[in-house]
């Protein structure tokens, strides 16, 4: 059992950044590949990016390529998303999830824990 808890989010003018947080229980977090997703209101679900269990390979949605980094570090069981060039289309809650496999994935269906999300708000 995995339990994830996101930190970091608030308000934000557009252009600026935030990093979000997302801390895991337990001591198998290396053993997990994490995503961020979002979901803005009246929308579903959308990826935003993933990294693999040591970090070396991460991927992005083409929409935050070149804008958000993620990362993560093991020894401290958190997985980070620095997000910069902040868009008003990126308001939304944003969701951390852990992927029972080494091996990341853009597809929400393939993640087995979810956090309860933190909101991002971006005003123009």
């Known amino acids: 059992q995995v339990q994830l808890v996101e930190s970091g989010g608030g308000l934000v003018q557009a252009g600026g950044s935030l990093r979000l947080s997302c801390a895991a229980s337990?001591?198998?977090?290396?053993?997990?590949?994490m995503g961020w997703f979002r979901q803005a209101p009246g929308k579903e679900r959308e990826f935003v990016a993933t990294i693999n269990w040591s970090g070396g390979s991460t991927y992005y949605a083409d929409s935050v390529k070149g804008r958000f980094t993620i990362s993560r570090d093991n020894a401290k069981n958190t997985v980070y998303l620095q997000m910069n060039s902040l868009k008003p289309e990126d308001t939304a809650v944003y969701f951390c999830a852990a992927r029972g496999s080494r091996r990341y994935s853009d597809y929400g269906s393939e993640y087995d824990y979810w956090g309860q999300g933190t909101q991002v708000t971006v005003s123009s």
């Open positions: 337990g001591r198998t977090f290396s053993s997990y590949a």
